[in-house]
């Protein structure tokens, strides 16, 4: 079970809760060379395994430093020693298609349900909306009930099934039956772009909306201001 380091307190603290003694503590911080010990950032999650039988203080020690990144710290004769560990990433495809009838991010909740975990869900409404079509499509206003989608996206997922959502390699939207695909390209002169189904880039001269959509909340014809946090027409 992981513990964390709130706001104001320590690495060494952390460790002296979960149960080694001050000393012991000091030891494994110091033998964490990749760590500063004064710029521990808050919610750094810290495991302390219990000890050996027979041995009075814990023996090792995790450190979450990312979501993929773990650092150990174990106790020996000698002291401790520290391990770097990396979790390997698995990427493939994964399609979505469904109908839009309240909004885009209920629509690819309903049609990944048990296909993504929410926060990927999540990732994929905001990469449609604020990498493939800002220059093109206002989520907010120009949906309407019946209109579809379709998205090919990268997906990246951990052995303890954490999933990452990369690029969107391809997406359909069909509005009211004007449908605008977007292809993602990339080569050795250019980062990567998207480009409709005659070939021209889905980038405009000027955005199509002014405000990221991950800033406003759509209702068909509505926004929801993120300051007011009123529902505004």
Known sequence: KFDSVARGTTLVAVLERSGLSD???????????SL?????????????????????QPTQIVVQLAVDHFLHLVRGD?????????????????????????????????????????DAQTAIVLKLADDVYEYRVDMSR?????????????RSRLSNGTVRIGDIVAAQLDLSGTEIDAVHYTNDKLAGD???????????????????FK???S????????????WRD
């Open 23 to 33: 000393t012991a503590a000091g030891h494994a911080v110091q033998a964490a060379t």
């Open 36 to 56: 500063n010990p004064r710029r521990i950032p808050t919610g750094l999650p810290v495991a302390v395994l219990n000890a050996s039988p027979g041995d009075s």
């Open 78 to 118: 000698s002291g401790w020693t520290e391990h770097d560990e990396r979790l390997p990433w698995t990427t493939d495809t994964v399609a979505i298609a469904g109908t839009i009838h309240s909004n885009l991010y209920q629509a690819v909740y309903d049609a990944a349900d048990s296909t993504l975990p929410r």
């Open 142 to 154: 120009d949906l309407q009930d019946g209109d579809k989608f379709r998205v090919l996206a990268e």
């Open 194 to 212: 998207y480009f409709d189904q005659q070939g021209r880039s889905l980038k405009a001269a000027f955005l199509r909306v002014p405000l990221q």
């Open 215 to 217: 800033y406003i909340s």
């Open 219 to 230: 209702g068909f014809g509505n926004r929801f201001h993120p300051i007011l946090k009123l």
